[in-house]
């Protein structure tokens, strides 16, 4: 295990002021891409190696669990993402766990116990924001933690529902350390500059009290007129969606010259919709393409293979719209509704990750010319002018509002009747703005003490390379049940008797609680009861 971790001159900044600051909590604002997990998973060695204690990590989703815990396992830490309240204690060789927003404010009291004295790192922090019952689970939870990192990729606002351990200023959360977009951009070899192709159209449709309407993207609207106006535009049975699509898979091509491996996300309105853009895909423009659902009980497999494969497409609803890590995304399509300020930065989040030894690395993100994601757009793509053009430091004034998304009622009632796309809109961006002559950026390393693992876990670790600790016990628990099944088979004992005697001979209370080591040595016990029984 290496001794030493490399960070971004920003991450070296970011744990300097975290070590300095001392106080219980600490917000880092980065923008997506930028590495907040290794930052944080460097401060938490730090912080280890001055006080020993747990580790509890809040994520999002259930996916990002499991990229917390493979993260941690190259820094030497090792954090359970599948424990559970009625798992019971923490087993001693794990320093912590993974959990969800979800899980805590369904187990609040449950946690609170294992976070006591804790390190607590809160990720994409703004989304204890999305209810309230979540942000008091989280002051239940995490009140008696030592010490508490909250992380997200984008400044955020209270929205009258202030998140717990956030400070605020005028409704906006306060940093203590922020690193923009274009701060990115102009450090070099952290992230991509991401380009806008917008698309506009003549969209023809029913509104749930009957009438009939027809507009173009540049017709001012109300807000209800609006989204029905944009929704009309992503039907799949329009021609508006196939014509972007279809451009999309071109630049991809293109792409994929240069970077075999390259890659594509398309961001659907729900699952139907998802489908209906795979379809289209495949049907029209013959690429295959991979869907991934929240339904799916193997969504957080299939983004982990398409991370690592080289296919072309991939279609998702919001599993894929934060903290997923596929650095070989290049080309994007916005196809949903939610046009919030919030979601927007978190989608092109997807499209940004620097990847080292390609030159180019422009990134495209194709938009319907809607006027409120036109005024996203305009916000990043400002900062990457001024990143790539100038290199001056400006902060670009002014976050806009959150936009309301679409509501939900009466869309029984209302039918998309044509959407044609149109050309380019006038003022999109430019396809060829000049790249500076290097991007890469410079590194720093810092020393970090790791403890070298007892032998039999060292032994184990080299001999199934690549698993995290969790994995590793999963495959040890996995063998001890079969044992234990082909010891009840020879005997006529019952399962329970056979696993009571296992446990007995070897030492172990609960196997939920039990070392990689115990378990390594309850299976070798039962491997050798089994030899004497054939004999």
Do not use: C
Request: glycine residues 8%; charged residues 25%; hydrophobic residues 45%.
């Amino acid at each position: 295990m290496s001794r030493s971790v490399r960070l971004r001159p920003w991450q070296h900044a970011a744990l300097a002021r975290f070590r300095a600051e001392g106080r219980a909590d600490f917000l880092a604002v980065a923008t997506p891409g930028a590495g907040k997990t290794t930052f944080a998973l460097a401060a938490l060695r730090t912080a280890l190696a001055e006080r020993p204690a747990r580790i509890v990590v809040v994520a999002p989703t259930a996916h990002l669990r499991v990229q917390w815990a493979q993260a941690a396992t190259r820094l030497g830490l090792h954090l359970d993402p599948a424990w559970t309240p009625a798992d019971g204690g923490l087993a001693p060789d794990m320093h912590g766990v993974v959990t969800t927003y979800q899980q805590v404010a369904a187990s609040a009291d449950a946690i609170a116990p294992l976070a006591r004295g804790a390190y607590v790192v809160l990720d994409e922090v703004h989304h204890a924001g999305e209810d309230q019952a979540w942000g008091e689970s989280l002051r239940t939870a995490f009140s008696a933690a030592a010490r508490r990192l909250s992380l997200s990729g984008t400044p955020f606002r209270s929205d009258t529902r202030a998140i717990p351990f956030v400070r605020y200023e005028a409704d906006e959360a306060l940093p203590d350390y922020e690193y923009g977009y274009g701060d990115a951009l102009r450090d070099g070899g952290v992230v991509r500059p991401v380009y806008f192709p917008r698309t506009g159209g003549r969209m023809e449709w029913s509104a749930p009290d009957g009438e009939i309407h027809s507009a173009t993207f540049d017709d001012p609207l109300a807000a209800g007129l609006a989204n029905q106006r944009l929704r009309t535009a992503l039907s799949a049975s329009g021609e508006w969606l196939p014509a972007v699509l279809g451009e999309a898979v071109d630049r991809l091509r293109q792409v994929r010259r240069t970077q075999p491996d390259a890659g594509g996300l398309a961001i659907a309105i729900d699952q139907e919709h998802a489908r209906e853009i795979a379809g289209i895909l495949r049907g029209r423009f013959r690429t295959d393409a991979i869907i991934v659902t929240s339904d799916d009980p193997e969504a957080s497999a299939r983004i982990a293979s398409f991370a690592a494969g080289s296919d072309p497409w991939l279609v998702a609803v919001r599993m894929v719209s934060e903290g997923v890590d596929i650095p070989r995304l290049r080309v994007g399509v916005y196809a949903t509704t939610v046009t919030t300020d919030l979601f927007f930065r978190q989608a092109v989040g997807r499209f940004v990750r620097w990847v080292p030894g390609i030159r180019d690395q422009r990134a495209w993100v194709y938009l319907p010319d809607d006027p409120r994601l036109r005024i996203r757009a305009a916000g990043i793509a400002e900062q990457r002018r001024h990143s790539l053009r100038r290199d001056e430091r400006e902060d670009p004034d002014g976050r806009t509002p959150f936009a309301a998304t679409e509501p939900a009622e009466q869309l029984s009632l209302f039918q998309a009747l044509s959407a044609v796309a149109l050309d380019g809109a006038p003022g999109g961006e430019p396809w060829d703005e000049p790249l500076p002559a290097s991007l890469e950026g410079t590194d720093t390393a810092i020393e970090i003490e790791l403890a070298p693992p007892p032998p039999v876990a060292a032994a184990l670790a080299a001999e199934h390379p690549g698993l995290t600790r969790r994995q590793l016990k999963d495959k040890l628990r996995a063998a001890n049940s079969q044992a234990a099944r082909d010891i009840a088979w020879v005997t006529g004992l019952s399962h329970a008797a056979v696993n009571a005697e296992l446990n007995r001979r070897s030492g172990v209370d609960r196997i939920p609680e039990a070392t990689a080591e115990q378990l390594h040595g309850r299976l070798e016990v039962a491997r050798g009861w089994l030899e004497k029984l054939r004999r």
